[in-house]
């Protein structure tokens, strides 16, 4: 089992940064893919970025991409998720998750994943 725990979200304007943080704990966070999700008010949830357990292989959406930077430091069980160049449309709750394995090419599916966080509420304001 691995307890997820995401921080960092808040309200900014269009054009601003933040940071998201997701905090792991329990079985070892190195054996994990980790990725991000959001899910705005009345829509699906949708994948933002996803990075491998060895902090190679990095995707984005494509909405996100050269925007949205996704990283690990596995000596401190933290995923992070940088993001830059903000705009209404990104508001969302963000999510956290972790696959235990690989069970498609993409790994973009909610599917794909056995654990997720409470979620962080970003809000954009234009």
């Known amino acids: 089992q691995v307890q997820l725990v995401e921080s960092g979200g808040g309200l900014v304007q269009a054009g601003g940064s933040l940071r998201l943080s997701c905090a792991a704990s329990?079985?070892?966070?190195?054996?994990?893919?980790m990725a991000w999700f959001r899910q705005a008010p009345g829509k699906a949830r949708e994948f933002v970025a996803r990075i491998r357990w060895s902090g190679g292989r990095i995707d984005y959406a494509d909405s996100v991409k050269g925007r949205y930077t996704i990283s690990r430091d596995n000596a401190k069980n933290t995923m992070y998720l940088q993001m830059n160049s903000l705009e209404p449309e990104d508001t969302a709750v963000y999510y956290c998750?972790?696959?235990?394995?690989?069970?498609?090419?993409?790994?973009?599916?909610?599917?794909?994943?056995?654990?997720w966080g409470q979620g962080t509420q970003v809000t954009v304001s234009s």
């Open positions: 998750a972790a696959a235990s394995r690989i069970t498609s090419v993409t790994m973009r599916a909610l599917v794909d994943y056995d654990f």
């Open positions: 329990g079985r070892t966070f190195i054996t994990y893919n």
